[in-house]
């Protein structure tokens, strides 16, 4: 069961730092044009879009990607300790 723990662990530390890859590419001009940007898109922006409603920008800067990140971590935090509640 422990096992389980690490690898969605893992699996949420990936995702998180293609969260902030994704979130990075906006730096580079036709950083979403590329094939990396695109893989990307396609695996980062169907949960950004639930946070799309939250305007979240101050500025040029929109915190949108920092906020998914915070609730990820905070998400998979409160699941770990359920699961090892219950264990």
């Known amino acids: 069961m422990y096992s389980l723990i690490n690898l969605l ?29 695109r893989f990307l898109s396609k695996i980062c922006e169907p949960y950004l879009s639930l946070f799309d409603h939250l305007n979240l920008s101050f500025g040029p800067v929109n915190f949108n990607i920092a906020f998914a990140i915070i609730i990820l971590q905070l998400a998979s935090e409160a699941l770990f300790r359920i699961i090892l509640a219950i264990l």
């Open 9 to 37: 662990g893992k699996a949420v530390y990936i995702y998180t730092v293609l969260l902030v890859i994704y979130a990075l590419l906006s730096w580079f001009p036709g950083g979403y044009q590329s094939s990396f940007g």
